[in-house]
């Protein structure tokens, strides 16, 4: 597909600052972190791989903060851990892809959630696009976007990026993320059904 006509391939522009002001807490925290991440593990969510080019070749992560920001124009947010791998590369990218899983993609987003491994080594299969991104080929849906805000928040990075390039290929169950485990809309485990949480998403 052809980037959008609001991208001009080799056009100059106005780089956007990197915001990495961290505010000062006022107070002592009224909820402890574990605690947080206990509530959200219950909060279903959608899985995506996010992937762009760093410095020393193709980066990618399994997140499950990505969420549709605005329309008009079209922005899109994601989250990503500040001690992540992937954050130096996150934070010098000028655009990245956004790879929405679908319930046959559980092994991916687990490889891409690991840490220590090289997540595009075989049996994942990837290409390089002709705007130099790498991007999945066996994912249906994926968003090309370009990186416009890299804010820090906590302990993470909040990024904004407009997105100029799409592809759908198919409407596919989504792969979904609930209380440590992958699963889809028709099949989520309770939460005591199999042992063990799988690898945490870094965004």
Do not use: C, N
Not at 5 to 20: K, N, S, W
Not at 39 to 45: D, E, L, P, T
Not at 96 to 102: A, F, K, N
Not at 152 to 172: H, M, P
Request: no cysteine.
């Amino acid at each position: 597909m052809k980037p959008s006509t609001e991208f001009v391939a080799g056009a100059v522009r106005e780089p956007r600052p990197v915001v990495l002001a961290r505010r000062e807490p006022t107070a002592a925290p009224t909820i402890d972190p574990e605690t947080l991440r206990r509530v959200f593990r219950r909060h279903a969510a959608g899985v995506a791989v996010v992937t762009l080019t760093g410095p020393a070749g193709p980066v990618g992560f399994t997140a499950t903060s990505v969420a549709s920001l605005s329309a008009t124009p079209p922005l899109l947010s994601l989250s990503l851990s500040s001690t992540s791998s992937s954050a130096p590369a996150m934070l010098t990218a000028e655009t990245l892809v956004v790879h929405l899983l679908s319930s046959d993609h559980e092994e991916i987003a687990r490889r891409f959630a690991t840490s220590g491994v090289d997540r595009f080594a075989p049996p994942v299969r990837w290409r390089v696009l002709p705007t130099g991104e790498p991007v999945l080929s066996d994912v249906a849906v994926w968003l090309r976007a370009r990186i416009e805000h890299r804010i820090a928040a906590g302990e993470s990075y909040l990024v904004v990026a407009e997105v100029v390039d799409s592809q759908l290929d198919r409407a596919d169950e989504p792969l979904l993320y609930h209380d440590g485990r992958y699963g889809t809309i028709s099949d989520m485990p309770a939460p005591d059904a199999t042992p063990g949480p799988e690898p945490a998403p870094e965004g």
